[in-house]
């Protein structure tokens, strides 16, 4: 009988594994919260199970059959903080909190209805990769945020370590699965990373930055990430008209008012849901929301180390 | 003003008149004047034209035309107003009408005004007259607003560049006036080397339209040049491309079809390439400020456009010309009607011993509907200088992006909110008001609902009725029929843009001008001739409508109970039983049909002949449930006469008989389902 207590212990070394980081005994204490004597403990009854390989010194591996269990509770887990997060509305620091506790207690029936009831998603809420059935993940190839050089463009995919402070941090950033960041700079004095995240400028910290896994863009793909609505833009950001997704009436409208590709467009305001105001060629122009949403551009990066140092200070 | 002296007033051009060759006093020359929105083109023309001018319609259309003349050097030319347009690609009537007057009447010149301030945009304009078959004169106008803007624009490089006369103006202030002049003079007696530089399509484009061009072939429709019908088939306009199809066989046709669909995009291109042949015009002509200026619209434009702090201003705004309409409309309609009583009765003292029906045609009848359009003026007045003002300072553009916040949920544009909430004073200035709007839907859109808006004539009806049923209740009352009307104004608005319009949301698409000061002039020029226009075109149909109301409410003998009206009413009766009201309301709703406050007259002398004062009988005559049924009638009912003679000026007489059609139905509806509603839950009956 595997009791919760282990498939907590299972499930920490499944992630540590996951990230591929060396299972060693402070490593697992740290992931798991609690003192280096209390694993060694643990890691003796799982070794005697025969879920894990222990090794003085360095530290445990999962077997097969680990592997298995490890990765039906990281499913449940991951499932729960969907529900959690997606139908209930919960928080994602506090769902990953309650699914802790619901994970040991889910029967594989429960399992079973929860992924029909979500559709079958692929990923939690911070963006990590939920198990198939069989217990198999098929891991993108995925690097902390942190071995980034400056003008390198990714693509958030998940964030590695669900606690609460980190991830109000990074909520707050707008750092979230699916978000497109840019390294614009890297401060080695003070260990600090200067961003842009959708558009707008932000620093974090060397050791937040490696929590967040990403996949890398390549120039031309980061050239894609580039093109969003008018909308999307922020005050004072600018882009160049690249295409309409609107009917003629629109499109000879706006040709007239000036807006043409390679146009520069920049936004002056933009509250909420409402229109919003943009200047193109000297011309201040005031536009709803749908047909601002109906015209592309290229976000044009503009010099952020400076609105993150404004901002700062 | 120079010489006003000189002036002569153009020889009326009719209203119906669909050429002007006719009324070209003495073969004048004429001068077109065209230009996009917000480049001060009204002030060249006022400059131009002074107190000269003729306002009309368009051929068949209801959109202003003002024409005028202007003399020099002893020659006399005659300046035509084009509407304001970006661009002369058939999107709008007034596209269409700028492009077709050029082709169709080869003006002699088109000056094109530009602002100096936003040159490469309101050059687009110049680019695309170029291509049509008449000579251009730049006016560069606004050159002040420019350089407090910190931009320098040498008239003489651009002028170079163009090889187009450019002409640099302050218009509000006659700068430039005798420039423009000499101009004009030279390029019409070939004495200017008048050598434009095309805007060049590159050589794709070029190509392309070269292909069309040459399947056009000899059967281009007449007048228009076939290389600019290529162009405009490329570009999509509609007009050409249905006037294309008509002339050609249907073969060629095909082969132009099959071009046009594979090149979809030559729409963009063209455009694109108009604006790069702009940007080498202006290179070297244009100097601008360093970055960083924060100018004085991007200060004022931070709190006008916040959607709370703006929304404060608007409604700041609209306040106070309530107030003013009160300070200064009220004294003068009180007057005025004081007048119009005198003159009742000393006409009737002098007609002593005429027939009754006679004194009450004269006095009730006639001079009732004569003091209906003079007790407007004063009110319209106000509301147009009011609304002529924020326009012309730029504040306009500002209201309407605050208000489409909410404006467009209901399928309206966010200058309709200005009319709709002015209806609440009166709805005639409301439809009138309604012109600000640029598109047809949208001025339609907001000129069916203004009626819709409870004026301050069914306010009154209102509160009197709500108060002699209601007592302490009626604020409740009022309050909740409010409501209501502005949640049927809300739901006709998504109901119309659903049936009659197909559903599209506006355009929201909109220029904000920068602020100046304003041109009291204008403004003043302007109010006077809608206020003309007002008494010619509705004022004459309120008068007939004024007289045939009175003979309906006296006819046969002088007493309403006995009249064609309370015929009329008692044969509605069985209409109003569903509402619970007897025939003598009926009369009132049919009668308010004159102007929404008289109900309460009515009422009181339909009730005549009881000891009480109406207000003590109405609680015998309408239960609860019929008042506010009543009320809820009263305030949806048939627009007044004066309204729907605006509508008919402004949109036609199907729209105003549709009007009055959908808010008879609309209005008996609900007082129906309020009533029976009322009766099922047993509630106030």
Redesign the interface.
């Known amino acids: 009988m595997v009791s919760s207590q282990m498939e907590e212990y299972l499930e920490a070394i499944g992630k540590l594994e996951e990230r591929g980081e060396l299972v060693t005994t402070s490593a697992l204490a740290k992931e798991i919260g609690v003192a280096p004597s209390t694993v060694t403990e643990m890691q003796r009854r799982l070794s005697d199970q025969g879920l894990v390989l222990y090794k003085p010194r360095k530290g445990v591996s999962l077997t097969a059959a680990g592997r298995d269990l490890a990765a039906s509770v990281l499913r449940r887990h991951r499932l729960w903080e969907r529900f959690l997060h997606d139908i209930l509305g919960i928080a994602w620091e506090k769902a990953h909190d309650n699914a802790c506790k619901l994970e040991h207690a889910t029967s594989p029936d429960l399992e079973y209805q929860l992924a029909q009831a979500l559709g079958h998603g692929t990923a939690c809420p911070h963006g990590n990769i939920i198990p198939d059935a069989g217990g198999e993940m098929q891991p993108e190839a995925v690097v902390p945020l942190s071995e980034l050089v400056p003008t390198q463009a990714a693509r958030i995919v998940s964030i590695r370590r669900e606690s609460g402070a980190l991830l109000r941090r990074l909520e707050a950033l707008g750092i979230r699965p699916g978000a497109v960041v840019r390294v614009e700079g890297v401060i080695p004095k003070d260990n600090l990373f200067v961003l842009s995240v959708a558009g707008r400028g932000e620093t974090v910290e060397h050791d937040i930055a490696s929590h967040v896994m990403v996949k890398l863009l390549s120039p031309e793909q980061s050239e894609a990430e580039r093109i969003v609505p008018l909308t999307d833009l922020a005050p004072g950001e600018t882009g160049l008209v690249r295409q ?1 997704l609107a009917g ?11 807006f ?4 520069e467009v920049k936004i ?2 933009s ?2 849901r ?2 919003v ?1 943009v200047l ?9 929301r ?2 601002a949403q109906k015209i592309l551009v290229v976000r044009k990066e503009n010099a952020h180390a400076e609105t993150s140092q404004s901002k700062d200070s | 003003m120079r010489k006003p002296a000189s002036r002569k007033t153009v020889e009326a051009t009719s209203l119906v008149t669909p050429r002007l060759e006719g009324a070209q006093p003495g073969g004048a020359a004429i001068v077109a004047l065209a230009g996009s929105p917000n480049v001060g083109k009204s002030s060249v023309f006022n400059a131009l034209t002074g107190l000269s001018q003729h306002v009309g319609n368009w051929p068949g259309k209801t959109i202003e035309q003002k024409t005028g003349i202007h003399s020099y050097d002893g020659k006399t030319f005659q300046i035509v107003d084009l509407p304001g347009t970006y661009s002369l690609t058939a999107n709008s009537p007034e596209e269409q009408i700028a492009r077709d007057y050029i082709i169709r009447e080869h003006p002699d010149v088109v000056v094109v005004v530009v602002n100096a301030a936003n040159l490469e945009r309101t050059l687009y304009l110049v680019a695309e007259a170029l291509e049509l078959p008449a000579p251009v004169v730049v006016a560069l106008n606004m050159v002040d607003v420019a350089e407090s803007q910190g931009m320098r624009v040498e008239a003489k490089v651009l002028q170079a560049a163009l090889g187009v006369p450019v002409v640099p103006m302050v218009a509000t202030r006659h700068q430039g006036l005798q420039e423009l002049d000499e101009a004009i003079n030279q390029v019409m007696e070939g004495s200017f080397p008048y050598e434009p530089r095309m805007p060049e399509l590159g050589p794709e484009l070029a190509n392309l339209r070269g292909r069309v061009e040459q399947i056009i072939g000899e059967q281009a429709p007449h007048p228009y040049p076939s290389c600019w019908l290529a162009l405009k088939l490329l570009e999509g306009d509609k007009e050409v491309t249905s006037l294309v199809r008509a002339h050609l066989p249907e073969e060629r046709w095909q082969a132009i079809e099959a071009l046009l669909r594979q090149n979809e995009d030559a729409v963009i291109a063209i455009a694109s390439a108009r604006y790069e042949w702009i940007g080498r015009m202006v290179r070297a002509a244009l100097t601008r400020p360093r970055a960083g200026v924060v100018s004085l619209t991007d200060r004022l434009d931070r709190l006008a456009t916040h959607p709370y702090g703006g929304l404060a201003i608007l409604l700041g705004l609209l306040g106070l010309i309530f107030w003013l309409v009160y300070q200064i409309a009220e004294p003068l309609v009180g007057l005025l009607e004081a007048g119009i009583s005198t003159c009742s009765r000393l006409l009737g003292s002098a007609l002593v011993g005429a027939p009754a029906w006679l004194v009450g045609l004269l006095t009730d009848g006639i001079l009732g509907g004569v003091g209906t359009v003079l007790s407007l003026l004063p009110i319209l007045a106000v509301f147009f200088l009011a609304i002529g003002f924020l326009e012309d300072v730029g504040y306009l553009a500002r209201g309407a992006f605050v208000a489409d916040r909410f404006m467009h949920r209901i399928g309206l544009h966010g200058k309709s909110f200005l009319p709709l909430f002015l209806g609440l004073g009166c709805n005639v200035p409301a439809v009138l008001g309604s012109r600000i709007l640029d598109s047809k839907r949208d001025r339609l859109l907001t000129t069916l609902l203004v009626p819709l808006v409870p004026c301050a004539g069914r306010m009154a009806v209102l509160t009197f009725v709500a108060g002699a049923l209601f007592g302490r209740r009626a604020p409740l009352v009022i309050l909740g029929l409010l409501a209501f009307a502005a949640a049927i104004v809300g739901l006709c608005g998504m109901l119309f843009n659903r049936l009659l319009f197909g559903g599209e949301s506006p355009l929201f698409i909109m220029e904000l001008p920068l602020y100046h000061l304003p041109n009291w002039r204008i403004i003043g020029l302007q109010t006077w001739q809608r206020l003309a226009a007002f008494v010619v075109r509705a004022g004459t149909l309120i008068l007939s409508v004024s007289v045939i109301v009175w003979a309906l409410a006296a006819l046969p003998s002088g007493a309403i109970e006995q009249s064609y009206l309370a015929h009329l009413g008692r044969y509605l009766a069985p209409l109003g039983r569903l509402i619970g009201l007897d025939w003598r309301m009926m009369v009132t709703l049919l009668a308010s049909f004159a102007a929404k406050e008289q109900a309460v007259a009515t009422l009181a002398i339909l009730t005549a002949g009881q000891e009480e004062t109406l207000a003590a009988v109405l609680p015998r005559m309408l239960t609860p449930a019929a008042g506010v049924a009543f009320l809820a009638v009263q305030m949806l009912f048939v627009p007044c006469m004066a309204t729907v003679a605006t509508i008919r000026q402004e949109a036609g007489w199907h729209w105003a008989g549709f009007s009055l059609a959908y808010q008879a139905v609309l209005s008996f509806t609900a007082g129906i389902v309020i009533y029976q509603m009322a009766n099922l839950l047993n509630l106030g009956v």
């Open positions: 309409f003629r009436g629109l499109v000879a409208r706006c040709l007239a008012l000036g043409t590709p390679g146009a002056l305001q509250f909420g409402g229109p105001i193109v060629r000297d011309t201040r122009v005031a536009l709803g749908g047909q």
